[in-house]
């Protein structure tokens, strides 16, 4: 696991993320204005976009052009509420905020590693912004991250690469914020059903596996 702060020097916050052979890039831009159903409100916009590349997996996936597919409008969803998840309100003013999450190799967990990373992009861009005297001050209050969980022959796994994903018997993803609640959670008995007992296993494992991505977060922003 690695996050890699600052690495689109173009962009007002971004970073770049490993989970194992998982590689996602988050870019956030800050525009003047709002949505027109936000205009004249005082408050700003925070929202996401999503993307894999033509060769982030082992065949060539062909670029969604116009409209977008069912997947990735779900995952795009996602990323844009965790990241809202960061915030109380959005009184800054009239900016959008928009992340770009593009997967430059997938091996599972793309969602995951997307929101874990947009979080560290979002408090750099809302940095920029205070230094830029855009806003008076940053209003992140929390910061967000994600991880995959399953039951793979039977045992509980942390963060599934593609082949376990694939013959996992159950499979959840887990957003969590950095003051340790829980932003979302998605889960499916992929071949069978679980009992209580074994969700509850997953969303330990997954809040252990979040609070290492917390301390990540806060070492890439330089953070006590």
């Not at 870019?27 to 409100?41: L, M, Y």
């Not at 950095?178 to 969700?199: I, M």
Request: charged share 25%.
């Amino acid at each position: 696991m690695s996050l890699k702060r600052g690495a689109v020097p173009n962009a007002e916050g971004s970073c770049l993320i490993a989970f194992g052979d998982t590689r996602v890039l988050c870019a956030v831009s800050v525009e003047d204005g709002v949505p027109g159903w936000k205009k004249g409100k005082g408050e700003g916009w925070l929202t996401a976009e999503y993307a894999m590349l033509p060769r982030a997996t082992h065949t060539r996936t062909a670029r969604e052009r116009g409209q977008v597919g069912g997947r990735t409008q779900e995952i795009q969803r996602l990323i844009g509420r965790s990241v809202r998840a960061m915030l109380d309100d959005f009184t800054w003013g009239e900016f959008t905020l928009k992340v770009d999450c593009d997967v430059l190799q997938a091996d599972g967990g793309t969602r995951t590693a997307a929101i874990t990373g947009a979080a560290v992009a979002v408090c750099e861009a809302f940095d920029w912004m205070v230094r830029t005297k855009r806003i008076a001050v940053s209003p992140v209050k929390r910061r967000v991250a994600a991880v995959s969980v399953g039951v793979v022959g039977g045992a509980p796994v942390l963060d599934l690469e593609y082949e376990e994903d694939v013959r996992a018997d159950v499979d959840a993803n887990v957003v969590m914020s950095s003051e340790g609640r829980f932003v979302e959670v998605q889960g499916t008995g992929e071949h069978g059903t679980f009992a209580r007992g074994e969700l509850d296993t997953l969303l330990d494992l997954a809040a252990t596996g979040i609070q290492a991505l917390d301390l990540a977060q806060r070492q890439a922003l330089g953070l006590p």
